[in-house]
T-cell receptor, first 115, second 115 residues
Framework: DVKVTQSSRYLVKRTGEKVFLECVQDMDHENMFWYRQDPGLGLRLIYFSYDVKMKEKGDIPEGYSVSREKKERFSLILESASTNQTSMYLC??????????????FGEGSRLTVL | GNSVTQMEGPVTLSEEAFLTINCTYTATGYPSLFWYVQYPGEGLQLLLKATKADDKGSNKGFEATYRKETTSFHLEKGSVQVSDSAVYFCALGMGGGTSYGKLTFGQGTILTVHP
């Protein structure tokens, strides 16, 4: 069964702390994504990666960075957490086959609260 | 840029009622269209999709038809069940090679079905 695993379901951090959100997929997918989910705003793309060590900004990259050192792992980093980064963070992956299927495989999400 | 607009929620229905969740989109080119569902405490999963105009996607009793002339992809189900209670997201994706499978999502519609 396909699996995208996010390391933490719930986190509480303080303003200014550095935060790491980890995501691992076991499907050998090339493409991985980080979205944040907020009520009334849906899902917004923060960053994505289409290969190891490759990354591209999404629609709302400010305040975030990412790391992809291995194909199966994609990390989201908040260098200095702020209260407006309190949100649900969703990791997803998809293979690169042509045509693109459009099926993203999602993890269960990491709910981050910044105090 | 591309965008997706869903009807405002939440939607509350009685079991066996008819469901419609409206979705319209704006895109340059010819997108593929998707409905994703998020059950309580879970990540998103693909419900159905359509890749070209007039295609109908269907799954679990849900249907949606890709209408290019009205740029719409409304989700329908003839008789909802309590187990359909979830958040529903409409999304679009461009199939070109540089898209890497990333999707643009609507705001999400919360559906609650009462017995």
């Amino acid at each position: 069964d396909v699996k995208v695993t996010q390391s933490s379901r719930y986190l509480v951090k303080r303003t200014g702390e550095k935060v790491f959100l980890e995501c691992v997929q076991d499907m050998d997918h090339e493409n991985m994504f980080w979205y944040r989910q907020d009520p009334g705003l849906g899902l917004r793309l923060i960053y994505f990666s289409y290969d190891v060590k490759m990354k591209e900004k999404g629609d709302i990259p400010e305040g975030y960075s990412v790391s992809r050192e291995k194909k199966e792992r994609f990390s989201l980093i908040l260098e200095s957490a702020s209260t407006n980064q309190t949100s649900m963070y969703l990791c997803a992956s998809t293979p690169s086959g042509r045509p693109l299927t459009g099926e993203l495989f999602f993890g269960e999400g990491s709910r981050l609260t910044v105090l | 840029g591309n965008s997706v607009t869903q009807m405002e929620g939440p939607v509350t229905l009685s079991e066996e009622a008819f469901l419609t969740i409206n979705c319209t989109y704006t895109a340059t080119g010819y997108p593929s269209l998707f409905w994703y569902v998020q059950y309580p405490g879970e990540g998103l999963q693909l419900l159905l999709k359509a890749t070209k105009a007039d295609d109908k996607g269907s799954n679990k009793g849900f249907e949606a038809t890709y209408r290019k002339e009205t740029t719409s992809f409304h989700l329908e189900k003839g008789s909802v069940q309590v187990s359909d209670s979830a958040v529903y997201f409409c999304a679009l994706g461009m199939g070109g090679g540089t898209s890497y499978g990333k999707l643009t999502f609507g705001q999400g519609t919360i559906l609650t079905v009462h017995p």
